[in-house]
T-cell receptor
Framework: ETGVTQTPRHLVMGMTNKKSLKCEQH?????MYWYKQSAKKPLELMFV???????ENNSVPSRFSPECPNSSHLFLHLHTLQPEDSALYLC??????????????FGEGSWLTVV | QQQVKQSPQSLIVQKGGISIINCAYE??????FPWYQQFPGKGPALLIA?????SEKKEGRFTISFNKSAKQFSLHIMDSQPGDSATYFC????????????FGGGTRVLVKP
């Protein structure tokens, strides 16, 4: 059973819809991440949050909007997406800083299909 | 620019055989090298990891070999089993490199019974 829970597991949305992906980590970590996994590319880091503050945005289009209300929860708000945005979106967490390990723990992902 | 190059993209091995996956990196600031295993429909899970102060690490049937001078590391799966069929990702990370985990492109392994 993963310590990182993502909902929904599957989502189909139209290009004009607005939806959100949710992630919750139960590991007491202080950093959370969004990754995109598509068939023809390596895992792509999208956003990084340390202690609820966004520390990295890897040139992600503004149609993806992250939100981190606390160190246990992370959202990815989606609006006016394109079909090429269809992919598996993975949330992950880790403990960074003094005493933290290097292990990143992934959720099971949210399969997104944009029609 | 892909900082971690992984090969092969796919691999078929008979049950009981050895699966070998290779990765090469460019950034000498990397100091932590994990391997992740991903089954269909699941997120990647940490399998085994190594730091560059050792040349080999073994956990059960899984072994990482590390060659610092060549900037290469590999995963060996001994006595491969059908349950090992999955996609394997190498990765690299270093505090001096921004502490981000950079992944290789993945290798899809199929173990035939």
């Amino acid at each position: 059973e993963t310590g990182v829970t993502q909902t929904p597991r599957h989502l189909v949305m139209g290009m004009t819809n607005k939806k959100s992906l949710k992630c919750e980590q139960h590991l007491g970590h202080n950093a959370m991440y969004w990754y995109k996994q598509s068939a023809k590319k390596p895992l792509e880091l999208m956003f990084v949050y340390n202690f609820k503050e966004q520390t990295e945005n890897n040139s992600v289009p503004s149609r993806f909007s992250p939100e981190c209300p606390n160190s246990s929860h992370l959202f990815l708000h989606l609006h006016t997406l394109q079909p090429e945005d269809s992919a598996l979106y993975l949330c992950a967490s880790s403990q960074v800083g003094q005493g933290g390990g290097n292990t990143i723990y992934f959720g099971e992902g949210s399969w997104l299909t944009v029609v | 620019q892909q900082q971690v190059k992984q090969s092969p993209q796919s691999l078929i091995v008979q049950k009981g055989g050895i699966s070998i996956i290779n990765c090469a990196y460019e950034n000498t600031a990397f100091d932590y090298f994990p391997w992740y295993q991903q089954f269909p429909g699941k997120g990647p899970a940490l399998l085994i990891a190594i730091r560059p102060d050792v040349s080999e690490k073994k956990e059960g049937r899984f072994t990482i070999s590390f060659n610092k001078s060549a900037k290469q590391f590999s995963l060996h799966i001994m006595d491969s089993q059908p349950g090992d069929s999955a996609t394997y990702f190498c990765a690299a990370r270093g505090e001096a490199a921004g502490n981000k985990l950079t992944f290789g492109g993945g290798t899809r392994v199929l173990v035939k019974p």
